[in-house]
């Protein structure tokens, strides 16, 4: 990021950001002579993941005896897709946890490939290309290496100006240290904008409150839904906490927003304005969004003046973020480690991440020197703003479950199917947890023998 500063370790070995300002270099080297090879990037079907379709031709240009392939799926068949790849022995040989499950699955089922000892032979360092070796160390295990990072994404929050001017209302602050900006003051904020009305079209809501997963959402408010060696075991909870009040505290907080407080909206109404938006924040119809910085993106489409601000203080002093650090894996049955190293290598440059902000629509570069670039990339919005969220939500981030808990895409399938109940209206928290803690127990007791 832009300035100069350091990186400190948060939970997780998760990277706090400040900035830092290094030296860049060209991804150089391997793959310039010998047999020409093919390698294959699985990744989303959609703009912001197949750009790198683009940056191709220099890359062969480069490395003549290197092809890269890209195959792709849309988001809910990209686990299973690539599953099945894996059994019918046709595995891509680069690939992220783009879709439901994380990190540590893929990890534990054997999927991944230890790269230290190729990091190693190639003289490979983390500060060559602006990434500091605390957020490498987010895809350690036991001091060796199973992913590069690509992008690093945290919460922000976007906001209406428009609907905020309308309601005579400053503006939240940017600056994490201001403590004036509480959940509870969010809230306040949220009732002066919100029309709630049976009548869709007339409808209006103060915050749509998206803080990370289903199952992530309680730690905002000081919970915990997994035990703590979950986080030192390798992703898999001894026990779970889902029917203690605490959490259960957290979870009428959370669902409070839409039915007692009736400042959120409700899923028909999301529902009713996502197939024209996608996001329900981009009708317009929303004054603020906690949300992924992925979110960023869509800026240019808003058809209204759009400030990003930090998330408000909640109970949970030390966790206001949920990062989201995006790696590069080289999987474990690939043939050509190698060369497909010497792709992540090159997509992790300076120059290729800096162009890679443009082509993608915005992603987030985990590269610093190329962050510079991507702080002034959202029209509208002041890139000194932009880079100060960034460097509260790293400093106040904890890492995301769903890259950090084994066989998460089955443990979040179960929260979005048991908590759409809640979610519609029709149940409480208190009456669904208890259930859902029976649910996880025997899942997690089966998938984790």
Known sequence: MRGKGKWATVPLGAAVLTAMTATGCSGGGGGSGGEKVTITHYTIDSPDRTFVEK???????????????????????FDSKLQSAIAAKNAPDVTSHWGYGGFMEYYNKGMLMDLTPYLEEGGFKASDYNIPDSVMDIYKVDGKTYGIPLNSYVTVMLYNKDLFDKAKLEYPPTDYEDKSWTFDKMVDYAKKMTVDSTNLAEAQYGVDFGW???DQRPQYFGANVYSEDTWTNGGKPTEINLSKPETIDAYKKIYGLIWDQKVSPTAAFSKSVSGQFGDPFLSGKIGMSVVGSWSLASAKDFSFNVGVAAVPQGPNEKVRSVLYVDPLFVLKDSKHPKEALEWIKYLITTEVQEKSIELSGGNPPVNQKAAEKYYSNFEGIDPEQIKQVYEGAFKYGFESYNHLISNYSQINELFINELAPVENGDKKAEEVLPVIEEKLKKLLQRVNE
């Open 55 to 77: 940056l191709i031709p220099d890359f062969e240009k480069a490395h003549p005896n290197i092809k890269v392939k890209v195959t792709k799926a849309p988001y809910e068949q």
């Open 212 to 214: 990370g997963e289903r």
